[in-house]
């Protein structure tokens, strides 16, 4: 069982999640008013909610994970650290390698986007 603090930073987390997913999501329904405008190199529809769900599963599927990830390896680094105080910097990587798994998410999101115009 996680301790309170590890179960609310992966419950913050999940919330983040759901709604950067949310985010990308309504841009399904409602897609951008400037595509929109340029009739004559206007991208086909379909690709661009294809577009925007990979975008939206990318962000959101990787800012999950990270949560799991940061969850569990912050709680593991916590008893480290109360038995011994010295190894902090050790899990603080340990922790930031987990966090990164959100930025790359994130970046992979970006390229979809850009690569949508």
Do not use: C, H, Q
């Not at 987390?13 to 999501?25: E, G, H, R």
């Not at 841009?27 to 769900?53: C, K, N, S, T």
């Not at 480290?80 to 992979?108: D, N």
């Amino acid at each position: 069982m996680l301790p309170n603090k590890a179960r609310l930073l992966l419950g913050a987390t999940t919330i983040l999640a759901l709604l950067a997913t949310l985010a990308y999501l309504s841009l399904l329904w409602f897609p951008p008013i400037a595509a929109a405008a340029e009739a004559e190199a206007a991208i086909d529809p379909g690709v661009l909610r294809w577009g925007y769900m990979a975008a939206a599963l990318a962000t959101g599927l990787s800012a999950l994970a990270a949560g799991i990830a940061v969850g569990g390896v912050g709680a593991a680094a916590i008893g480290a650290i109360a038995e011994k105080p010295e190894l902090f910097g050790r899990t603080l990587v340990f922790v930031g390698l987990a966090e990164g798994i959100a930025i790359y998410g994130l970046i992979i999101s970006i390229m979809i986007l850009n690569r949508l115009g």
